[in-house]
């Protein structure tokens, strides 16, 4: 091959490269949410709200995407209301953020894999994140374990994260580590 052939070769490349990466960062959709809150989310994310106080965004590959809380093999992450939090620690007590939410009174399954159950631990990180102008959440990261039912060995191990705004009464819960949430929180606008 020529050098010439491979020099226009090269530059169509990085053209046919740059613009679906542009086109990517533009194809957002908004998420309305209470309080005046608007979220910017990727337009391959796919918005299942189960009820208003329920909302799953699937982000990837999920076996049911309409299922409830804890349905295992979803990449996806819920946007929590106020009868949501009010039921999310254990035994149903309302959620505060000094521990993790959790919605159930048994070893609910791994998200991962619904085989294992799961246990969330200490908090491995705590502080306050932007989500939009002039708005913090309380922040937390929790250690999980999925262990096996039969003889409690650990099978895995994961991060919960949580954005709690309690004047705005939204919680955001994220059992995936979902590449682009934490930026979709920080930018997200109010009105």
Known sequence: MSKRFLAVAATAAA??????????????????????????LP???????????WTRVV?????HPRGEYG???CDSFWILGPKAIKVGNELFRPYTGAKPFYPATDVQRCPHN????QILGAARAKGLRQVGPGH??????????????????VKSRYVQREWYLP????LVVDQWNTPGLADALKHADWK
């Open 15 to 40: 053209a046919v490269l740059a613009v679906p990466a542009a086109a990517h960062a533009a194809a957002t959709q908004p998420l309305k949410l209470r309080g005046g809150l608007t979220l910017h």
């Open 43 to 53: 337009i391959e994310w796919e918005v299942q709200r189960v009820n208003p106080d």
């Open 59 to 63: 982000t990837g590959t999920c076996a």
């Open 71 to 73: 349905t295992p093999k």
């Open 114 to 117: 619904g085989k294992w159950g």
């Open 136 to 153: 913090r959440a309380a922040y937390r990261e929790w250690k999980a374990t999925c262990v096996s039912y039969a003889d409690g060995a």
């Open 167 to 170: 004047q705005t009464r939204v």
